[in-house]
C-alpha cells in the first residue's frame, strides 16, 4: 500500500510538515493529515466487508450469523494489525520524520476509531449473556487466541503516550474474554447440574449427554494451552484447569447415577452405567484429556467400569449358579437327588431362555467391553453347568433318561451367550446442537 506513494510525494509532504511545525502550526497539520489518512483506513475496512454493529445489534443476531461475523472480524483484524496499522506507522515516520511526538500523535489519531471499531465487537462478544452457552466456547475461544497472538504488535505499534488509553482497552477486552470463557464452563456445569432424568435409554446404551459432554471436552481439550492460560490466575488458589474438568466429570457421574435409578431391572441399571463409564474412560484415554487428568482419574473410571460389570453379573448370571449347586446331603436317597436336579435343571433352562431372550436387546456399546463379558460368563457358567450335568447323568443311572432333561450341550450354551448385548445402538438423537468438528 505505502509503495502506492511516489517517493516524491511523501518527500514533498514530509517538507511541508516540517515547515508547518517549524512556523508553528504542528497541531493544525497533524489535524489535517489525521482527518485525511482516517478516512482512507475507514475506507480499507469498509472494502474488507466490515459492518459496524451497535452491541444491541449484536444481541439481536442469530447465532450462525454471530460466528460468519466472528470469522469476519478475525480476519479483518489479523488484516488491519498486520498490513493496515503498520502501513499507517510507517508513513507517519516518514511524514514526521524528525519529529516524533507528531509522528506519534498523528498515527493514534488516524487509527483510535478504527480500531476502536473492530475492538467494540469483541468487547460486545465478551459481555453478550448468549456468549456463554456452551456450544460458544470454541468462536470465543478463536477470539482469545486472535487477541493473544496479536497483543505484542499491538504494543509495538501503539509504543507512545498518547495511546495509552488504547492499550488498556485491548487488555481489559482480553482479560474479558477469559472471563467469560470461564462463565461457559459454569454453564456446562449448570447444564449437566440440572439436566433432570426423565426416561431411561433404551437397551442401556450411551446417555445423549454422556456423548455431549466427553465430545465436548475432547474438543475443548485440544485448546489445553489456551484453557491453562484462562485459568492460570486460579492456579493460585488451586483451581486449574484439570480441577475445572474434574469437576465436570464429577457432575456427570452424579448425573448418571441418578439416571441410572430410572431402570426398573436393576441389572439393566448396570449395563447402562457400564456402557456409559467405559465411553468416558475411552474418551479420556483417547485424548488430551487423559494428561490434563492424570492417572488416578483414568484408574478411577477402570475401576467404576469393572465394578459396573461385577455388579450386572452378579444380579443376573451368578444367579444362575444357585440352580447349579449340588445336593450336599449325604443321607439323601438317589431318587430324591434325582428329583431335586429334574427340578433345578428345569428351572435353569426356564431362566436361562428368559436371560438370553432379555439381554439380547440390551446394548455394550464397545466390543473389547462386550468380549470380556461374554468371556467372563462363559467362564463361571460353563464350568459348573458340565460339573452338574456330569452328576445328573450318574445319578440317572449314567444317562438313561437324561437326556430329555438336558435341553442344552456345552455348545449351546456358550452360543446362546455370545448373542446377549449384541443390539446394533439406534443412532443417538443429539443432546444438543453443537458446532464442532469432532
Not at 466456547?137 to 504494543?155: A, C, G, H, N
Request: net charge positive; glycine share 2%.
Amino acid at each position: 500500500m505505502i509503495n502506492a506513494f511516489p517517493p516524491e510525494t511523501i518527500d514533498n509532504i514530509h517538507k511541508t510538515a516540517k515547515m508547518m511545525v517549524s512556523t508553528g502550526f504542528e497541531r493544525e497539520f497533524s489535524d489535517m493529515y489525521s482527518r485525511c489518512r482516517r478516512e482512507c483506513l475507514v475506507e480499507s475496512l469498509s472494502r474488507l466487508w466490515f459492518q459496524k454493529l451497535s452491541f444491541e445489534g449484536l444481541q439481536m443476531l442469530s447465532w450462525k450469523e454471530m460466528e460468519d461475523n466472528i470469522k469476519r472480524w478475525i480476519k479483518v483484524f489479523k488484516v488491519t494489525l498486520n498490513i493496515l496499522l503498520p502501513t499507517e506507522r510507517q508513513l507517519c515516520d516518514q511524514v514526521f520524520f524528525g519529529f516524533s511526538a507528531a509522528a506519534d500523535l498523528s498515527f493514534t489519531d488516524v487509527c483510535m476509531e478504527s480500531t476502536l471499531q473492530l475492538l467494540s465487537f469483541t468487547k460486545a462478544m465478551a459481555i453478550i449473556r448468549r456468549s456463554h452457552e456452551p456450544e460458544q466456547l470454541f468462536r470465543v475461544l478463536e477470539l482469545f487466541e486472535t487477541m493473544r497472538d496479536i497483543i505484542p504488535e499491538f504494543k509495538s505499534l501503539f509504543r507512545d503516550q498518547y495511546s495509552g488509553s488504547l492499550q488498556n482497552e485491548v487488555a481489559t477486552i482480553w482479560k474479558r474474554l477469559g472471563e467469560g470463557i470461564k462463565g461457559i464452563f459454569m454453564e456446562l456445569e449448570n447444564m449437566i447440574r440440572y439436566d433432570a432424568a426423565q426416561s431411561a435409554i433404551f437397551s442401556g446404551g450411551i446417555h445423549p449427554i454422556t456423548r455431549y459432554v466427553m465430545n465436548y471436552l475432547r474438543a475443548a481439550s485440544r485448546s489445553r494451552k489456551t484453557l491453562e492460560q484462562m485459568f492460570e490466575d486460579r492456579v493460585k488458589s488451586s483451581f486449574s484447569l484439570s480441577v475445572q474438568i474434574g469437576l465436570i466429570m464429577e457432575l456427570l457421574n452424579r448425573n448418571l447415577e441418578a439416571k441410572s435409578k430410572i431402570y426398573k431391572d436393576p441389572t439393566l441399571c448396570y449395563v447402562f452405567l457400564m456402557n456409559n463409564c467405559r465411553y468416558i474412560l475411552l474418551h479420556i484415554k483417547d485424548s488430551e484429556l487423559g494428561s490434563i487428568l492424570g492417572d488416578a482419574v483414568i484408574k478411577k473410571h477402570t475401576a467404576k467400569v469393572r465394578l459396573h460389570h461385577a455388579n450386572y453379573q452378579s444380579n443376573s448370571w451368578n444367579k444362575m449358579l444357585e440352580f447349579l449347586k449340588l445336593d450336599t446331603n449325604a443321607s439323601m436317597q438317589p431318587n430324591e437327588e434325582a428329583n431335586s436336579m429334574k427340578m433345578k435343571l428345569k428351572s435353569f433352562n426356564m431362566h436361562f431362555e428368559k436371560i438370553c431372550r432379555v439381554q439380547s436387546s440390551w446394548f455394550i456399546f464397545d466390543k473389547h467391553l462386550k468380549k470380556e463379558i461374554i468371556t467372563s460368563i462363559v467362564k463361571d457358567l460353563l464350568p459348573a453347568y458340565a460339573k452338574f450335568i456330569r452328576r445328573f447323568q450318574r445319578v440317572l443311572q449314567l444317562g438313561k433318561n437324561a437326556d430329555k432333561y438336558i435341553k442344552y450341550e456345552m455348545e449351546d450354551i456358550a452360543r446362546e451367550v455370545s448373542t446377549i448385548c449384541f443390539r446394533e445402538e439406534v443412532n443417538p438423537i443429539n443432546y444438543h446442537h453443537i458446532h464442532i468438528c469432532l
